[in-house]
């Protein structure tokens, strides 16, 4: 997978460098490019924002520096060979971010990623590459951020752990609490590992059972705990199997 991302702050994305999506770039998994957009503004002060037409708060993101650089990203991607891009805008006013749409991004084969600041972006930049590409504006929760910055560490984390062999343990994203299946939409148990005592605190006397089915069952129990606590939205989305009745009474 490719991943473009233009920006006024490339040091922003320096993260990108590091961890799961380090190794996934330093393995070839992941091909990523970080832009400066001010390297496609030509005035003395690499003007990227002007006032907004019609009035009201803030700047607003200029056409042309997006235009020239969204150019040289996809021109730069199409010569090493990458097909099929898709814009990736993170604003306040997208579409909520989810595993589901997690999912859709990772079987996509090239990712630009278009973080903006101040109010965001002339509406003309992402109508006009909508033209040539999906264009997907996604908001990563309903809490306002200075810029898309931050968006895309989130979405680049949540989308490279789904990749074919980056996580270690394969079986790990499949647990995942918004993955298909019988936890689907439950929120993770807690978890415990060694030393058996800490503190006077001991470990729940099931998980030392060695007994798979009720360990299962406890852990199963235990997510429906948490997510009716934290969560309950996400019950009445939970497969009735997932958690029958009979189970609730333990
Ligand atoms: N993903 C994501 C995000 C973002 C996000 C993403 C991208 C950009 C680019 C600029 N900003 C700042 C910004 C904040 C608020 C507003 C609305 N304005 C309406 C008129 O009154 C003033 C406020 C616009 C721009 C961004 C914020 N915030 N929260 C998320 N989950």
């Known amino acids: ?10 040091e922003y994305l320096e993260p990108l460098n590091v961890s799961l999506v380090g190794k996934a770039r330093t393995r070839g998994q992941l091909d990523v490019h970080v832009h400066d957009l001010r390297d ?21 993101m200029k056409t042309e520096p997006w235009g020239e650089a969204l150019d040289s ?12 891009p898709v814009m990736v805008v993170p604003t306040p006013s997208g579409r909520p971010f989810t595993q589901e749409l997690a ?14 600041r101040y109010e965001g972006i002339d509406r003309r930049v992402m109508d006009e590459y909508a033209t040539r590409m999906p264009v997907y504006e996604v908001s990563i929760g309903d809490y306002v951020l200075a810029g898309g910055e931050a968006a895309v560490l989130v979405v680049t984390e ?3 752990r789904l990749l074919p062999g980056v996580l270690g343990n394969a079986e790990s994203h499949r647990d995942d609490s918004f993955a298909p299946g019988e936890m689907a939409n439950l929120l993770e148990g807690p978890v ?14 099931v998980l030392l059972s060695g007994h798979h089915g009720k360990i299962a069952r406890w852990r199963r129990d235990e997510a429906f705990r948490r997510t009716a606590r934290n969560r309950p939205d996400l019950i009445e989305r939970c497969e009735a199997s997932a958690f029958d009745k009979k189970d609730r009474e333990i």
Not at 73 to 84: I, T
Not at 192 to 205: A, E, H, L, N, V
Request: no cysteine; charged share 25%.
């Open 192 to 205: 415990y590992t060694k030393p058996p005592q800490w503190r006077g605190r001991d470990i729940p006397d």
């Open 158 to 160: 949540a989308v490279a």
């Open 40 to 60: 496609w503004t030509y005035d003395r002060h690499n003007t990227v924002d002007d006032t907004p037409y019609g009035g009201g708060p803030g700047m607003v």
């Open 1 to 10: 997978m490719r991943l473009d991302v233009v920006t006024i702050f490339p």
């Open 73 to 84: 990203a996809l021109a730069d991607g199409y010569e090493s060979g990458a097909r099929g």
């Open 103 to 116: 999912v859709e991004l990772s079987e996509r084969p090239w990712l630009i990623f278009t973080p903006a």
